[in-house]
């Protein structure tokens, strides 16, 4: 068995990583991943500039449109995924 991080493993674990609650042998092998994958190198420094673009986002730069619109993707998604 092999403790190598498939690209699928680590798109899970990206929340994760982000908060800093893997452990350190998960977080070792995320690191890992990311230094031989160029793609999820890619993917995870889109969803760190995503993340910070979001967290300076406030509810009035949001039309009333888009956040419903936002709001009906989600639950459509909840429906979907039984969350």
Avoid: P
Wanted: with cysteine; aromatic share 6%; net charge negative.
């Amino acid at each position: 068995m092999t403790n190598e991080l498939t690209c699928q493993e680590l798109v899970e674990l990206v929340t994760d990583y982000f908060e800093n609650a893997l452990t350190e042998t998960e977080r070792a092998r995320v690191e890992q991943h990311l230094a031989s994958c160029d793609g999820c190198d890619t993917y995870v420094e889109q969803m760190r500039e995503t993340i910070e673009t979001l967290g300076k986002l406030q509810e009035k730069d949001v039309s009333a449109e888009a956040q419903e619109k936002l709001l009906t993707v989600f639950r459509d998604w909840r429906l979907e995924t039984g969350e």
